[in-house]
């Protein structure tokens, strides 16, 4: 049987900041409904080519394609409403509500959303409707974060973008929304591509991991690939560190 079309296609995109090729002709396929994060150290390119997904980033070379079209063709508020997005340092709007800040984005879009739908949304993320007439400086910062969540899912997206959305969060809380997420992705039938630096975070959420270095993947493989010891020496250095902690810890237990 032939392969399902993939979601979103990235063909040969390429994006240079003066003398550092930020992202160097990446072309690949996500299929519908697939969890995939992009790994990879420091300055590798992978907030960059999230960015270029959404049109935050335009890419100088090669194209996106969303359901086989040119998202260059695509309305811009069109394009952010099949995509949700949650990236670190775009945060909620501080003088906004959180009914406010969930509503942007169907409210840019020319659409109104009322507070039943406010109320559904934050209940995704599992807070209560007391919540809704907050300013984002009375939230702690993992509510915070889950209301950036529910913002991205406000106009129902095919897909969800993420760039480090659970970084500056305690580890528990960090592991509680990761869980989250993934059980929305699931429940709402979403592709997801989610940046993080925490190879464990990648193994533990997703069903497919790219591993970036300089601009290009890597490496492209399954948690169970990566663990069998698959992907190469950069995959597989970054597959150490859980490892080795792992190792430690059960030594510690005894
Ligand atoms: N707007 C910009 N202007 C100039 N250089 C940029 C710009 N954005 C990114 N870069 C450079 O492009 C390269 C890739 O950056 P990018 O933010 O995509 O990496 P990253 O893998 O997401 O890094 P990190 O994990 O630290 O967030 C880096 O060398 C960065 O300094």
Redesign the pocket.
């Known amino acids: 049987m032939a392969e399902p079309a993939p979601i979103l296609s990235l063909q040969d995109v390429t994006k240079r ?2 003398a ?1 090729q ?2 160097d002709g990446v072309s690949l396929d996500l299929a519908d409904r697939s969890f995939v994060a992009l790994v ?10 999230l960015k270029t997904i959404n049109r935050l980033v335009e890419p100088d070379k090669g194209a996106i394609l969303l359901e086989g079209e040119d998202i260059r063709r695509l309305e811009p508020h069109a394009l952010r409403r099949r995509m949700g997005y949650v990236f670190q340092g775009i945060g909620l709007f501080p003088h906004m509500t959180v009914t406010e800040n969930i509503a942007i984005g169907p409210r840019i879009a020319g659409a109104t959303i009322d507070a039943a739908r406010v109320g559904a949304l934050l209940q995704l993320v599992e807070l209560d409707g007391s919540y809704s007439a907050r300013l984002p400086h009375e939230l702690s910062g993992g509510q915070r974060q889950r209301i950036g969540v529910a913002r991205a899912l406000a106009c129902n997206p095919q897909v969800l973008l993420m ?2 959305p659970f970084g500056a969060l305690d580890p528990v809380t960090r592991n509680a929304l990761g869980r989250k997420v993934r059980d929305l992705h699931i429940r709402l039938g979403l592709t997801t591509l989610m ?1 993080t ?1 925490d190879m464990a975070e990648a193994l533990l959420l997703a069903d497919r991991v790219l591993v ?1 270095e300089q ?1 290009r993947i890597v490496a492209d493989c399954t948690p169970h690939e990566l663990l069998a010891g698959d992907g190469g020496s950069t995959a597989q250095a970054l597959v150490a560190v859980p490892r080795e902690q792992a190792r430690a810890l059960a030594e510690l237990a005894g």
Do not use: Q
């Open positions: 900041y003066g550092i930020a992202v990879g150290a420091s300055g590798s390119g992978k907030s960059t080519l760039d480090e940046v630096h970036m601009g």
